[in-house]
């Protein structure tokens, strides 16, 4: 099972007590932690989970826009968001030589 930002298209299995296990991709890509809350949207035959994200606000400060969700957040996630925007800043300048 891989995960390319598109869909993923996998089997879960469900144990007796009506659980299920997220993939780590799915989990890591969403950044969801043990603890977190997901909403749900039932329709027919579909399940939808959704990360159940604090309504936040953003504003403009110093003509950047920021994004307050009015909980602080863990380092893992800074850490992880910081990588995943300098990789996306580097492949775009290194697109531009190639």
Known sequence: MEWYNTIMDSILHMDRAGRIVLPKPVRDELQLSPGDS???E???DHIVLRP???RGRMFKEKGVWVFDSGQ???EQTVRKTIRRVRFERERKILGNYR
Request: no cysteine; aromatic share 0%.
């Open 52 to 54: 159940a994200r604090a």
């Open 72 to 74: 602080p957040l863990s």
């Open 38 to 40: 997901l909403e749900m």
């Open 42 to 44: 039932v329709a027919q």
